[in-house]
């Protein structure tokens, strides 16, 4: 339900891939968000090829950034081929966190052979500040009902992992 930016793109090589590391850390430091590097010699990544769920497993590098303490973490990890397929909600963190991400993908789109955003602000295809405000207040307004019509609802919640689930409830499917 919340504001979230979706990406996949095939990194062009090894060189680009250490580009990418280096751009999107000097990146990160000047806004004062936090860096981590990802390398993992086997990991499990659960992705979307064709409408269908697809496991990888296998070597896994890259670099995570928190660029708001109530956004989902930006993980830029990456498989075997170069390839990223991720998302980060920014929801909670509010539509200036949203656009310095939008801004660094941009910025990192030359070193992809293709990088797909499909952003839910619609900030990536409009560049307009409006609307994308707009699409934050409809979507906390959406939450806020919830909210408000489930005793049982709560939310934000945010998970070991960094993930962030908009609202959760107690209440049943059946009603009870």
């Not at 409006?130 to 709560?154: C, H, K, Y």
Request: with cysteine; net charge negative; charged share 30%.
């Amino acid at each position: 339900m919340g504001i979230t930016i979706h990406f996949e793109g095939q990194l062009r090589g090894h060189e680009q891939y250490v580009a990418l590391v280096r751009e999107a850390k000097a990146f990160a430091t000047t806004r004062g968000w936090s860096v981590r590097v990802i390398d993992e010699h086997e990991m499990k990544l659960n992705r979307t090829v064709d409408e269908r769920d697809v496991e990888y497993i296998g070597p896994v590098f890259g670099i995570e950034l928190q660029p708001h303490p109530n956004s989902e973490p930006l993980r830029l990890e990456f498989d075997k081929h170069f390839f990223i397929q991720q998302y980060c909600k920014t929801q909670f963190a509010g539509s200036d966190a949203h656009i310095e991400i939008i801004q660094l993908l941009r910025e990192l789109t030359h070193l992809f052979y293709n990088l797909d955003v499909i952003d839910e602000g619609e900030y990536w295809e409009l560049g307009d500040r409006s609307i994308l405000q707009g699409n934050f207040d409809s979507v906390e307004a959406m939450i806020d009902e919830i909210l408000r019509e489930d005793p049982t609802a709560r939310g934000p919640i945010r998970f070991e992992t960094g993930r962030i689930a908009d609202v959760a409830s107690d209440r049943r499917a059946d009603g009870a």
